[in-house]
C-alpha cells in the first residue's frame, strides 16, 4: 500500500530541547515529492518544505532541517532549540499516483509536539 | 498568509441540509484542491480542479460536488449533510502545472458543524 506512517502520535518537550518527527513512506512511483505542513492551534495550514525524490540533500532553514533517507524511505524533520511557538500538529505529505494513475497528496496522521516553557 | 481565502470560516447547521464552500487561490495559481480534516479520517484528499477542468479525484461521496468558475474560485457544495461530514475543510492552491507535486498553500479552512 502507498502511505505516509508517522508513528509519533504526540511528543512533549521543555523549551531549548532538540527533537525529531518521524515521517516513513512507501510508495511505487519512482519520482515523487515530499513535504512538511505545519497545523498551529489556530487551525492554518502552513508549508514548511517541498523535497524530490532525486535530491537526498539534507536541508537546513533556521532551527528547522529535514533528513531525506531514501534507502529507508524517511523524511524526518528535526527542531533544534525549540520554542513555545513551535507547538503545532506536522504533518508528512507525499504526492503519489492513485490507483486512477491521477496524483494526489497524501498525508500521514500527524504527529502533535508540545513545547513547555 | 497563503494568499488562499476562504468563506465562510464556520458554519453551522442541520442534517438534510445543503451548504456551499468557497475557495479563492492564490493569484495566478489554476489549481485548486479541497481536502477535508475530521478527527476519525485525518487529511483527505477530496478532488482538484485545474483552470476549470476536473483534473483528480479522491475520496469525495457522490453527495458532495465541486466546480471551478472563469474566474478560478471554486466552491465545494455538500449535500443531504450528515453528522459525520462535520469537519474542517480546507481548499489549496498551486501554481501552472497542474500537478499535486507542486507545493500547495492552504486557506485557513471552513468548520462545518452539522448539528
Known amino acids: 500500500a502507498q502511505k505516509v506512517t508517522q508513528a509519533q502520535t504526540e511528543i512533549s518537550v521543555v523549551e531549548k530541547e532538540d527533537v525529531t518527527l518521524d515521517c516513513v513512506y512507501e510508495t511505487r512511483d519512482t519520482t515523487y515529492y515530499l513535504f512538511w505542513y505545519k497545523q498551529p492551534p489556530s487551525g492554518e495550514l502552513v508549508f514548511l518544505i517541498r523535497?524530490?525524490?532525486?535530491?537526498?540533500q539534507n536541508e537546513i532553514s533556521g532551527r528547522y532541517s529535514w533528513n531525506f533517507q531514501k534507502s529507508t524511505s524517511s523524511f524526518n524533520f528535526t527542531i533544534t532549540a525549540s520554542q513555545v511557538v513551535d507547538s503545532a500538529v506536522y504533518f508528512c505529505?507525499?504526492?503519489?499516483?492513485?490507483?486512477?494513475?491521477?496524483?494526489?497528496?497524501?498525508f500521514g496522521s500527524g504527529t502533535r509536539l508540545q513545547v513547555q516553557p | 498568509d497563503s494568499g488562499v481565502t476562504q468563506t465562510p470560516k464556520h458554519l453551522i447547521t442541520a442534517t438534510g441540509q445543503r451548504v456551499t464552500l468557497r475557495c479563492s487561490p492564490r493569484s495566478g495559481d489554476l489549481s485548486v484542491y479541497w481536502y477535508q480534516q475530521s478527527l476519525d479520517q485525518g487529511l483527505q484528499f477530496l478532488i482538484q480542479?485545474?483552470?476549470?477542468?476536473?483534473?483528480a479525484k479522491g475520496n469525495i461521496l457522490e453527495r458532495f460536488s465541486a466546480q471551478q468558475f472563469p474566474d478560478l474560485h471554486s466552491e465545494l457544495n455538500l449535500s443531504s449533510l450528515e453528522l459525520g461530514d462535520s469537519a474542517l475543510y480546507f481548499c489549496a492552491s498551486s501554481g501552472s502545472s497542474g500537478l499535486p507535486t507542486d507545493t500547495q498553500y492552504f486557506g485557513p479552512g471552513t468548520r462545518l458543524t452539522v448539528l
Open positions: 505529505a507525499l504526492s503519489l499516483t492513485m490507483d486512477t494513475g491521477r496524483r494526489a497528496l497524501t
Open positions: 480542479y485545474y483552470n476549470g477542468e476536473e483534473r
Open positions: 523535497r524530490n525524490s532525486f535530491d537526498e
